[in-house]
């Protein structure tokens, strides 16, 4: 399975903002979306990702308050990226090495959506559960005295 399966059942509505945006907005955007990230966009590109991790991380050196921070002092400006055409596994990989748990899917140099450690968890238990289901069919409808 690769990223092009999860994002064509997923979709790929994204929202971003931008590096000098108040981070208090973004933070507003995250809550009132229920999402966990925002892709960075700066002149038309890839910036930057930013999660509630950073979000946290920034809230506590700056004293418990967002004030007047804006995007780019929080986000992670190197975020890992995939492709369309990466293995599950691989992603999966990757993720867990980076206890990464979003990360945008770049194809030639186009962002196409963002997946999150629950996509690829949810791919992963789907597909055992139909791989189950085939299993089990396949052994009820097995020939008796057959072997």
């Known amino acids: 399975m690769k990223v092009s399966d999860i994002l064509r059942v997923k979709g790929s509505t994204l929202y971003t903002v931008g590096?000098?945006?108040s981070l208090a907005d973004a933070v507003k955007v995250m809550a009132e979306k229920d999402m966990g990230s925002l892709v960075v966009i700066e002149h038309g590109e890839l910036a930057g990702m930013l999660t509630f991790r950073e979000v946290i991380q920034a809230t506590v050196q700056n004293g418990g308050a967002l004030g007047s921070m804006v995007v780019k002092s929080a986000m992670?400006?190197?975020p890992m990226t995939c492709t369309l055409e990466t293995e599950l596994d691989e992603v999966r990989?990757?993720?867990l090495d980076r206890h990464a748990r979003y990360m945008p899917v770049i194809n030639e140099g186009m962002?196409?959506?963002?997946?999150?450690?629950?996509?690829?968890?949810k791919a992963v238990v789907?597909?055992?559960n139909f791989e189950n289901?085939?299993?089990k069919a396949y052994i009820k409808d097995w020939?008796?005295?057959e072997q």
Not at 111 to 121: N, T
Request: a negative charge; aromatic letters at 4%; charged letters at 25%.
């Open 76 to 78: 992670d400006d190197h």
């Open 19 to 21: 590096p000098l945006d």
């Open 111 to 121: 962002l196409m959506g963002v997946i999150s450690l629950y996509d690829v968890a």
């Open 126 to 128: 789907d597909s055992q």
């Open 133 to 135: 289901k085939m299993l």
């Open 143 to 145: 020939p008796v005295g």
């Open 93 to 95: 990989r990757m993720m």
